[in-house]
């Protein structure tokens, strides 16, 4: 069975920072690309950060400079560190595992609850 469990999530004021993970289970995560998207309220779900498996990294643009996507194939799990957070980053954020080395398959999890107050 696979699962995506994220945690991190909470209550943060603006100007400070979260550190957002994922953990994997039930895949074999070094295959695996993995990228964080967010979903905020009456908005529709979109891409924050990615890494491939090969460790390439690809950032939303509102959060360069800010946010940093790391993965530990290790531990099976990916990260997110959130720096200089603001109200506008307030959304339920998803982690997503997708490959198409051994075919197509895409998972998600089921999100946790980042809120930055102003």
């Known amino acids: 069975q696979v699962q995506l469990v994220e945690s991190g999530g909470g209550l943060v004021q603006a100007g400070g920072s979260l550190r957002l993970s994922c953990a994997a289970s039930?895949?074999?995560?070094?295959?695996?690309?993995m990228g964080w998207y967010r979903q905020a309220p009456g908005k529709q779900r979109e891409l924050v950060a990615s890494?491939?498996?090969?460790?390439?990294?690809n950032y939303a643009d509102s959060v360069k400079g800010r946010f940093t996507i790391s993965r530990d194939n290790a531990k099976n799990t990916v990260y997110l560190q959130m720096n200089s957070l603001s109200a506008e980053d307030t959304a339920v954020y998803f982690c997503r595992a997708d490959t198409r080395v051994v075919g197509n398959y895409v998972y998600w999890g089921q999100g946790t609850q980042v809120t930055v107050s102003s």
């Open positions: 039930g895949i074999t995560f070094s295959i695996y690309n």
């Open positions: 890494i491939t498996r090969g460790g390439e990294i």
